[in-house]
């Protein structure tokens, strides 16, 4: 099962009074917004969106809500900004101005349970697909903590719960932030370096300063716990790392080079042609320049092709191509064949 979750944009400039007060957010990113790009209109301080988590609670206040409206879960896959020291740029992983993939999810503690568990359901189905295995840490209370023991207690219990499901999992005793406990996800890639990506943190501060609220069936009103989650983090950083993970050659269903042909010579140049219509569904190249045969196969390996079809007289007359993946020869295989492949391939583990 998956969430449905209410696509949102947030404004890409706040004013600076939503990020700053005396919470952990803030202080997570005092210095963001120090050194952010700051806009001064009338003495009002703005500046470039850092996180969507204020914005989401400006949204929930206008949406006057029931206790029958809950969970409600608001997303935004949009761009965040954060004015790093420019030593600290790094490829992709660490840039200014990234997409995440964030949400955040109001609901009573009681909803805290199912959740977790479509969070993890979710994020399990989403890693899966590019082969990534996983593990997750438990972030507890600290020492100095805000909110009600037994909210604490109760949700911690639901987060250990849930993470013993999960074939590798730690948990960091007194680490979590002062506002919730928190879950970390780590991937791993083929050289087996772990990767911090997805996140679960529970808040129990952001409802109470924004004083956000919900009518319960008493007639009454209830704040309600906020959950903030994301599952790739920062997709710039996803993608550095998954690039790390395959070597460059992206999966199948989800690789810009999906298939090279590469003609003996262009006397074969109308049969390679000819196969690229009937691939016409996946990204194909011909190759029709006058490179040696092993220069253009090279070429192909170098620029991560996921399938290098040779063709010359014999795969003409017999109406076959001879089948490359990287620097294995498949063999030869009849055009029908081919494309079961291929088929096969792509819907392995496409995503979407
Ligand atoms: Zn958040």
């Not at 988590?53 to 409206?69: A, E, F, Q, R, T």
């Not at 919730?180 to 996800?185: A, L, N």
């Not at 569904?281 to 220069?295: A, I, M, P, R």
């Amino acid at each position: 099962m998956f969430l449905i979750e209410n696509d949102t944009i947030n404004n890409h400039i706040n004013k600076n009074e939503n990020y700053s007060d005396n919470n952990e957010i803030t202080l997570d990113n005092n210095e963001i917004l120090d050194n952010n790009v700051t806009i001064f209109d009338n003495d009002i301080h703005f500046s470039l969106k850092p996180m969507n988590c204020p914005g989401h609670c400006l949204l929930y206040k206008h949406m006057n809500v029931s206790y029958k409206d809950l969970p409600i879960r608001l997303a935004d896959f949009g761009v965040l900004h954060r004015n790093e020291f420019s030593g600290a740029l790094t490829g992709l992983t660490r840039v200014r101005r990234f997409q995440q993939d964030d949400a955040h999810i109001f609901c009573t503690l009681e909803q805290v349970e199912t959740e977790i568990e479509n969070y993890l359901h979710f994020l399990e189905t989403v890693y899966n697909h590019f082969n990534f295995k996983f593990e997750v840490e438990l972030s507890t209370r600290p020492d100095k903590y805000i909110g009600n023991l037994d909210n604490w207690n109760k949700a911690e219990q639901i987060l250990e719960s849930k993470i013993k499901k999960i074939s590798k999992w730690k948990i960091n005793k007194g680490d979590g932030a002062f506002y919730g406990p928190k879950i970390d996800v780590k991937i791993k890639d083929s050289l087996k370096r772990k990767h911090q990506c997805g996140t679960i943190q529970l808040d129990f501060n952001l409802p109470e300063r924004f004083q956000l609220k919900y009518s319960n069936d008493n007639e009454g009103l209830d704040t309600p716990v906020l959950i903030h989650r994301a599952i790739f983090g920062s997709i710039e950083r996803f993608m550095a790392i998954l690039l790390e993970h395959t070597n460059g050659r992206l999966p199948f269903w989800l690789s810009p080079s999906q298939i090279s042909i590469i003609p003996i010579s262009n006397i074969y140049l109308d049969y390679a042609n000819q196969i690229k219509e009937k691939f016409n569904n996946y990204d194909v190249v011909v190759d029709n320049s006058k490179e040696t045969l092993n220069k253009k196969i090279r070429n192909s390996q170098k620029q991560c092709f996921n399938y290098i079809f040779v063709v010359g007289e014999k795969e003409m007359e017999t109406n076959t191509i001879n089948i490359r993946i990287g620097k294995n020869i498949l063999g030869t295989k009849t055009l029908e064949e081919t494309l079961l492949i291929c088929q096969n391939d792509y819907q392995k583990n496409k995503l979407f």
